[in-house]
């Protein structure tokens, strides 16, 4: 019961789930006194025909509009900044994100520069962000990220090769809505890697050591969710009820991991997303193969729910054993069970492990990892999936 007690606090945004939920866009422009917003977004997302709701619910509101779509995967800090030129030359009053993690995460840089100045690297790290951001309405087109509910945004560094974490109470959007419809449009390996994404916010959540009661909650409503949801099969992409619960599997780990930390994996998966520029959520399944069987049997009890979860059998009672079937599950997630990920296969080699090490040894995801890390152990770790 101690854990109830303690004093926590929660930030989670306004959010609208269900079909269609987007067509709130301009009623929100309008509630935040909104009269000419931002569009960040990418010219592959803009011309989607569900797009065209969007624009109508502006006009309907009078709310007049500008187009960003200069927005890379993995965002670059150039992203942000041009961004911030346009919003401040157009004289913005708002931010309205469509997109997946990436496009989040650059809007949310947007909106710090747009009111704080500077540049985006000057807010790199812990609550650095001084004025309110403009108002923010997130449209996700993915099921994973959780940027359209939590505090954080992770930007790279293309001069110094490094993906950086800002994470501040002012990065929380205003609004979230969670619509079916934009997701009926992803890449299949879109799909897969940001459920595999959202399952891995919800496992660190609940094994971080800044859990709560109400974000265990969520990480395991979120766990037990995506478990069901994969492996993913082609007949699943136009299946509503698929999508909708994905979106629902990333709301809970999104606000799970956005109050209680992250961890590891994704100390480890920000540094190789950083040298290699690979998807997020193909990272985080590189890392994972050696942060599980490395932070077990700091948080046994959790793990061997996580195991419970993710479908090991309960008749298993070797710890050993449970590891290894998680990260087996891990792959099968993905839909390819005798396939083991190596960075390797993207170019790695020994000559890269200090700059991996010291990037995740940087990294404020590291600060809630239930075991503590070292250089040594780090170099270990990234060792077991080179």
């Avoid at 800044?210 to 492996?231: C, K, Y």
Wanted: charged share 20%.
């Amino acid at each position: 019961m101690e854990i109830i007690r303690e004093h926590r606090k929660y930030v989670i945004p306004e959010i609208i789930t269900g079909d269609n939920s987007r067509i709130y866009a301009g009623r929100y422009t309008k509630n935040f006194h909104s009269g000419s917003v931002l569009i960040a977004t990418d010219d592959n997302i803009f011309c989607q025909k569900w797009i065209r709701d969007i624009l109508q619910s502006l006009d309907d509101a009078g709310t007049e509009y500008v187009v960003f779509s200069d927005i890379e995967e993995n965002p670059r800090n150039y992203n942000v900044m041009a961004g911030a030129d346009v919003y401040l030359s157009e004289e913005c009053t708002g931010i309205l994100a469509i997109g997946g993690g990436s496009v989040l995460d650059c809007a949310k840089g947007i909106g710090i520069i747009a009111t704080n100045g500077g540049t985006i690297m000057d807010y790199i790290g812990v609550d650095k962000v001084q004025n309110p951001t403009p108002p923010l309405i997130c449209v996700p087109t993915t099921a994973g990220s959780g940027a359209d509910v939590s505090q954080y945004a992770v930007i790279c560094d293309t001069v110094h090769k490094t993906k950086n974490l800002i994470i501040s109470k002012s990065l929380v959007p205003d609004v979230s809505l969670l619509d079916t419809i934009p997701l009926l449009t992803q890449p299949d390996s879109v799909t897969i890697y940001s459920g595999i994404d959202s399952f891995t916010h919800a496992m660190e959540a609940y094994v971080s050591n800044g859990a709560s009661h109400l974000s265990d909650m969520l990480a395991l409503e979120s766990m037990t969710i995506s478990a069901g949801l994969f492996p993913f099969s082609g007949d699943k992409t136009d299946d509503y009820d698929f999508r909708f619960q994905s979106l629902m599997a990333s709301m809970y780990s999104g606000i799970a991991f956005s109050n209680a930390g992250v961890g590891l994996i994704h100390a480890m998966s920000h540094a190789i997303g950083a040298v290699f520029d690979l998807p997020h959520g193909l990272a985080s399944c590189i890392a994972m193969q050696s942060v599980i069987p490395y932070n077990y049997s700091s948080s046994k009890r959790k793990y061997r729910k996580i195991a419970g979860i993710m479908g090991v059998s309960p008749h298993i009672s070797d710890d050993e054993q449970i590891i290894a079937a998680m990260v087996e599950k891990i792959t099968e997630m993905r839909g390819r069970p005798d396939d083991r990920l190596t960075l390797s296969e993207y170019g790695a080699s020994v000559d890269n492990i200090p700059y991996l090490v010291a990037h995740a040894a940087s990294d404020p995801c590291i600060a809630t990892n239930p075991r503590i890390t070292d250089a040594d152990d780090l170099t270990h770790l990234f060792e077991g999936v080179l």
